[in-house]
């Protein structure tokens, strides 16, 4: 027998699937069991459908959860501590002896309950991290009931974290294991970059993940000194050293990748590398216009991300995938560049392809996991609605999402949060405030 009781029925205007491009159906009524979306039907066809929680959004989009693909969530306690710097100065100068002084487990958990709250709040549901601390991050998602990608970080040189390359490892493969059975968290090995991490170390990154299964997660040609440093100091780009090291493949998701000329463009699409791209700390940091509507001709998978809230400085999807489509028509001087509807899909779909969980996540349709987000569009800033789609990406902001569910748990009702206590988040960020000042 057909079912036609559910946990939770919503009924709603506007459906965004993102399963085609633009597809939008009008007054559907999207049923959730468990953790997936178990049918989706037009209202008047859903009529004799009943649900514990019944939610009727009269004048509200449904649309798949934002993938944050590259995010260092934790650093929201760094938030405008040192901003309008180039990275290198930025990073050398400021954040690193932050970091040496301040990033402990609880710093991590904190810093990135208090991110991961923004990113609820801002329509985010899956979030693509790299920071150390493991599982501070993880015990975040896991309070904040996010779909967590927790990113391994690996360098050369000794933290708080850990003392070695060898050490950075075997803490993330030590501190993964207790996370493997969990639906929302997922590991990542991520190597900081190219000029954070020696050949050896590259090649121990590409054994595990392989060994694994892990996906790679690392800032890639970020910057034109980056670049022409490693012509200097190997003798080849970092995509030609990285490729020679093996590092190259579907498993890696390359940060920025601002600096690619045609024929890198052509590798990065033939090798299936998925790229994140984060138009607003590129901005900021000055370090270029990443060339996206080539990369798309190309067919390569570029996600959108945030970065970490000390370089962008807000963790909002809404602002960045309206980045991404102005940008790259400021790029090219061409407006047609990344339209409103393939930004949206960046912003979705992609980011979840990238991640290896597109039968997972990323559009809405019977049998994926409910990672969905609803969006009013009955203030007077959105009206009138003549297009949902254009209005995401041009109009609406972060503070028009009303609702939230992640893997079929409602983590935000009409904007006030289930899972997290966003008092108490307010209280601890000042707390570390005081604590950083001093
Ligand atoms: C090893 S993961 C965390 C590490 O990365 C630093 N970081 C943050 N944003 C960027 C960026 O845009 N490029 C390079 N490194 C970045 C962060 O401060 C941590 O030290
Ligand atoms: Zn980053």
């Given at each position: 027998m057909t079912q036609t009781h559910f946990q939770t029925l919503i009924h709603a205007r506007w459906l965004i699937t993102i399963e085609q491009d633009g597809e939008i159906l009008h007054h559907h009524t999207l049923a959730i069991e468990n953790d997936s979306i178990a049918a989706i039907a037009p209202t008047a066809d859903a009529a004799h459908w009943t649900a514990d929680e019944v939610i009727t959004l009269d004048e509200h989009a449904l649309m798949p959860g934002f993938v944050n693909l590259h995010g260092h969530s934790a650093m929201t306690l760094l938030r405008g501590y040192a901003d309008d710097l180039a990275l290198m100065d930025w990073l050398q100068n400021h954040i690193w002896p932050a970091e040496g002084k301040h990033v402990s487990h609880d710093f991590v958990r904190d810093g990135s309950m208090i991110g991961m709250a923004e990113m609820i709040r801002s329509g985010t549901t899956t979030i693509n991290d790299m920071y150390f601390y493991h599982s501070a991050v993880a015990e975040a998602g896991q309070k904040a009931a996010m779909r967590t990608f927790v990113g391994a970080s690996i360098l050369e040189f000794p933290t708080n974290y850990a003392q070695n390359s060898d050490e950075y490892i075997r803490r993330a493969m030590t501190e993964r294991e207790a996370y493997l059975n969990d639906p929302l968290i997922t590991f990542t090995l991520a190597p900081h970059a190219p000029y954070t991490v020696s050949d050896d170390t590259f090649r121990k990154v590409i054994a595990t993940s392989e060994k694994h299964n892990m996906l790679v997660h690392c800032h890639i040609h970020e910057t034109a000194d980056e670049v022409n440093n490693s012509v200097k100091e190997h003798g080849k780009r970092p995509l030609a050293r990285l490729n020679d090291l093996g590092v190259l493949n579907d498993k890696l998701i390359g940060a920025h990748m601002v600096h690619l000329n045609d024929e890198e463009i052509v590798l990065v699409a033939r090798l299936n590398i998925a790229i994140a791209h984060n138009p607003s700390s590129n901005m900021k940091l000055a370090s270029g216009i990443a060339p996206i509507q080539k990369l798309l001709d190309a067919g390569v998978t570029v996600g959108i991300g945030t970065d970490g809230a000390a370089s962008n400085n807000k963790l909002d999807m809404f602002a960045e995938t309206r980045s991404a489509a102005l940008l790259a028509k400021v790029g090219t001087l061409n407006?047609?560049?990344?339209p409103a509807a393939t930004a949206l899909r960046m912003a979705t779909l992609e980011g979840a392809k990238a991640l290896h969980i597109a039968d997972k996540v990323g559009s809405l349709k019977v049998g994926k996991r409910a990672d969905l987000i609803a969006i009013d569009m009955g203030s007077l800033e959105t009206a009138p609605a003549f297009d949902v789609i254009s209005h995401i990406i041009y109009t609406a902001g972060r503070e028009h999402v009303t609702h939230s569910w992640i893997n079929g748990r409602c983590v935000m009702r009409a904007r006030t949060l289930t899972t997290l206590d966003e008092s108490a988040l307010k209280i601890t960020a000042s707390e570390w405030r005081e604590r950083i000042q001093k």
């Amino acid at each position: 027998m057909t079912q036609t009781h559910f946990q939770t029925l919503i009924h709603a205007r506007w459906l965004i699937t993102i399963e085609q491009d633009g597809e939008i159906l009008h007054h559907h009524t999207l049923a959730i069991e468990n953790d997936s979306i178990a049918a989706i039907a037009p209202t008047a066809d859903a009529a004799h459908w009943t649900a514990d929680e019944v939610i009727t959004l009269d004048e509200h989009a449904l649309m798949p959860g934002f993938v944050n693909l590259h995010g260092h969530s934790a650093m929201t306690l760094l938030r405008g501590y040192a901003d309008d710097l180039a990275l290198m100065d930025w990073l050398q100068n400021h954040i690193w002896p932050a970091e040496g002084k301040h990033v402990s487990h609880d710093f991590v958990r904190d810093g990135s309950m208090i991110g991961m709250a923004e990113m609820i709040r801002s329509g985010t549901t899956t979030i693509n991290d790299m920071y150390f601390y493991h599982s501070a991050v993880a015990e975040a998602g896991q309070k904040a009931a996010m779909r967590t990608f927790v990113g391994a970080s690996i360098l050369e040189f000794p933290t708080n974290y850990a003392q070695n390359s060898d050490e950075y490892i075997r803490r993330a493969m030590t501190e993964r294991e207790a996370y493997l059975n969990d639906p929302l968290i997922t590991f990542t090995l991520a190597p900081h970059a190219p000029y954070t991490v020696s050949d050896d170390t590259f090649r121990k990154v590409i054994a595990t993940s392989e060994k694994h299964n892990m996906l790679v997660h690392c800032h890639i040609h970020e910057t034109a000194d980056e670049v022409n440093n490693s012509v200097k100091e190997h003798g080849k780009r970092p995509l030609a050293r990285l490729n020679d090291l093996g590092v190259l493949n579907d498993k890696l998701i390359g940060a920025h990748m601002v600096h690619l000329n045609d024929e890198e463009i052509v590798l990065v699409a033939r090798l299936n590398i998925a790229i994140a791209h984060n138009p607003s700390s590129n901005m900021k940091l000055a370090s270029g216009i990443a060339p996206i509507q080539k990369l798309l001709d190309a067919g390569v998978t570029v996600g959108i991300g945030t970065d970490g809230a000390a370089s962008n400085n807000k963790l909002d999807m809404f602002a960045e995938t309206r980045s991404a489509a102005l940008l790259a028509k400021v790029g090219t001087l061409n407006p047609t560049a990344v339209p409103a509807a393939t930004a949206l899909r960046m912003a979705t779909l992609e980011g979840a392809k990238a991640l290896h969980i597109a039968d997972k996540v990323g559009s809405l349709k019977v049998g994926k996991r409910a990672d969905l987000i609803a969006i009013d569009m009955g203030s007077l800033e959105t009206a009138p609605a003549f297009d949902v789609i254009s209005h995401i990406i041009y109009t609406a902001g972060r503070e028009h999402v009303t609702h939230s569910w992640i893997n079929g748990r409602c983590v935000m009702r009409a904007r006030t949060l289930t899972t997290l206590d966003e008092s108490a988040l307010k209280i601890t960020a000042s707390e570390w405030r005081e604590r950083i000042q001093k």
